[in-house]
């Protein structure tokens, strides 16, 4: 049996608690899910509660319920890392024994002497900080002098911010590709990221036009698993740069997370057959790196409120999975992200509600039981959960 349309959805960065090795990166105590609703006095997400959420955790406001209407679990990263590369490759099949390198006091300088040559400029900054507060802190300073801002995270990033009317889009581009090609062997960044903003000192607003320019996946993943087997791979939001374009027909830009689902309805009316994925960036670049959980509640909260917008297009040999790719819990000290366990609900007309899929040993598993829906050739990691919920009385 195999169904026509996986949707595949990831909530950037909504994750659920702690891995048992999340002291190792400094994430104990984190629970992205959990920590939010406590801190705001409880989430109201009655669609994703209707679903099963409250039954994999215990969440504030969203206690669980009798009979779930879709099949719910959550997933562990076994990939070294908790950057959003590693946890979209591992759901796409990809798991990493070496974390990417990241860069705690800067980049070295064999790295920025070669870059600031060829893009023919100095820089500012080298070093990792939040983006908004280093625009906020060299921002003035980068509008006198031209010179793009530099910086990283506890993420292997490397990110180059410029003011979109000092330094042109095309121009912040073009100096990504140059940190791209210079970015190699052990200095393999998972991701170079263009950051623009505009606006005047002290009102910089970062601004839709982000690109990411990441390494290529080192083998084949899920997308192009299914896209080999003829059938179309639609990317929505940041899809196409975390995958470098691999495996992707078709790809939708978005502005912010409403206007990702919009995209992801829009998916929806052109595909046939095959996987739309998408990843829904607000949670993450709005609100969990700015410690911000009123703001994480109220996306989580207005996601919710177009879920059965999504359900309602659903067609009857359709499966929409809802999962995310590490955490970033906004109540902790830390503003970067967390090693943390991914929730997973699984729904469809084919789907059998309310069984619990326990914990799952790599988010491959999701991309596993993606290949096995769509008959796709299997991929190298995980293990498909395709028969514990497709509904013994389904007919494709």
């Known amino acids: ?12 960065s909504v994750g659920a608690g702690e891995l048992p090795d999340a002291a190792l990166y ?17 989430l109201d997400l009655p669609n994703l509660q209707k679903m099963g959420l409250g039954n994999i955790i215990e969440i504030e406001g969203v206690p669980p319920v009798a009979e779930p209407e879709a099949s719910y679990g959550k997933a562990a990263e076994r990939s070294a890392g908790k950057d959003t590369t590693t946890g979209h490759w591992e759901i796409a099949g990809i798991i990493l024994e070496k974390p990417f390198p990241v860069y705690p006091h800067g980049f070295p300088p064999e790295v920025m002497e070669e870059f600031e040559r060829r893009i023919g400029t100095k820089t500012l900054g080298n070093r990792p900080a939040s983006g908004t507060q280093i625009i906020n802190e060299l921002g003035e300073e980068h509008m006198k002098t031209g010179y793009p801002i530099v910086y990283t995270s506890a993420d292997s990033v490397f990110q180059i911010a ?12 073009e100096m990504c590709m140059i940190a791209r090609e210079i970015l190699k062997g052990d200095h393999a960044v998972s991701r170079v990221i263009a950051r623009p903003f505009v606006g005047t000192p002290g009102n910089f607003v970062r601004t839709y036009n982000r690109r990411d320019f990441s390494l290529k996946p080192p083998q084949e993943t ?13 990317a929505v939001g940041k899809i196409w740069d975390i995958f470098a374009g691999q495996g992707i027909t078709k790809e939708y830009h978005t502005e912010g997370n409403m206007d990702g689902v919009d995209k992801v309805l829009q998916a ?7 996987l739309v994925i998408a990843n829904l960036v607000d949670y993450d670049m709005l609100y969990g790196h700015r410690n911000d959980p009123q703001g994480y509640a109220r996306a989580l909260q207005d996601f919710d409120g177009r879920l059965p917008e999504i359900m309602e297009k659903l067609k009857s040999d359709d499966v929409l999975i809802l999962t ?24 469809g007309d084919g789907i059998k509600k309310g069984v619990n899929l326990g914990i799952l040993s790599t988010f491959s598993d999701i991309g596993q039981t993606v290949a096995d829906l769509l008959g796709c050739e299997k991929l190298p990691n995980g293990r498909s959960f395709k028969g514990k919920i497709i509904a013994d009385s389904y007919i494709p």
Do not use: Q, W
Request: contains cysteine; glycine residues 8%; negative net charge.
């Open 268 to 274: 929806m009316d052109e595909m046939e057959r095959g």
């Open 162 to 173: 410029a003011h979109e009317e000092v330094i042109p889009l095309e121009k912040l581009y």
């Open 26 to 42: 400094g994430d104990e105590g984190s629970n992205t899910l959990a920590n939010t609703a406590r801190a705001v006095g409880g």
């Open 222 to 234: 899920l997308l192009d698993k299914v896209k080999k087997a003829g059938m179309d791979v639609f």
């Open 1 to 12: 049996m195999a169904v026509k349309r996986a949707i595949l959805i990831v909530l950037d």
């Open 324 to 347: 995310a790719d590490h955490g970033c819990d906004p109540t902790t000290p830390s503003t970067d992200h967390s090693r943390e366990y991914v929730p997973v609900l699984v729904a």
